[in-house]
């Protein structure tokens, strides 16, 4: 199975700060067809997962655009510019090109 | 607007069969390119997906649970099922089910429904 490597695994940080989370696999995303089936996700705290992000960079549907995806191959990035109270919770990436569908580990955004 | 509610009987005992019926509205699953899928997130941990089950019925399970996934639908009343034979404690988890489109995966999700494997 492809394993997703995110890091930090806990992450810090005040109110407009902006904050980046890495998401590295173990094999490269990209099918034969040339697409790149990497997805981001929110769990707030109590809540169920929430897509942000789907195909690398396209931003989800009501998702405000201070979020931000990037990457290729195996290395990929999600960037908050300039985090709120309520982008708080836990992040995770997850690939859809090999099968079975993988998540990383999470990554928890937490008030400074 | 889309929404999806899982149920289940929330507690069972080990070597039982968890029978789980995710009930959704504003989509069809018979329209092209639509598709449900059923991820698990046991307690203070990461994400698990287990199947995913496709407009055209194509269904694709998790090989980790080898033979214990079954997934099912039925789209003249909007649902999906997801059976799990020979239930265990690290079974227990809150299980969720997930709508996908043909590049948006699990774009809405349901509340989860805690289910316990317990002696």
């Known amino acids: 199975d492809v394993v997703l490597t995110q890091t930090p695994s806990t992450l810090s940080a005040t109110i407009g700060q902006s904050v980046s989370i890495s998401c590295r696999s173990s094999q490269s995303l990209l099918d034969s067809a040339g697409n790149t089936y990497l997805y981001w996700y929110l769990q707030r705290p109590g809540q169920s997962p929430q897509l942000l992000i789907y195909l690398v960079s396209n931003l989800g549907s009501g998702v405000p655009n201070r979020f931000s995806g990037s990457g290729s191959g195996t290395d990929f990035t999600l960037k908050i510019s300039g985090v709120e109270a309520e982008d708080l919770g836990v992040y995770y990436c997850?690939?859809?090109?090999?099968?079975?569908?993988?998540f990383g580990g999470g990554t928890k955004l937490e008030l400074k | 607007q889309v929404t999806l509610k899982e149920s289940g009987p929330g507690i069972l005992q080990p070597s039982q069969t968890l029978s789980l019926t995710c009930s959704f509205s504003?989509?069809?699953?018979?329209?092209?390119?639509?598709?449900v899928g059923w991820i698990r997130q046991s307690s203070g941990k990461g994400l698990e997906w287990l199947a995913n089950i496709w407009w055209n019925d194509d269904k694709y399970y998790n090989p980790s649970l080898k033979n214990r996934l079954t997934i099912s639908k039925d789209t003249s009343n909007n649902q999906a099922f997801l059976k799990i034979t020979n239930m265990d404690t690290a079974d227990t988890a809150t299980y969720y089910c997930?709508?996908?489109?043909?590049?948006?995966?699990?774009?809405?999700w349901g509340q989860g429904v805690m289910v316990t494997v317990s002696s």
């Open positions: 504003g989509f069809s699953l018979s329209t092209y390119g639509m598709c």
């Open positions: 997930a709508r996908s489109g043909v590049t948006t995966d699990f774009d809405y």
């Open positions: 997850m690939q859809a090109t090999h099968a079975p569908r993988t």
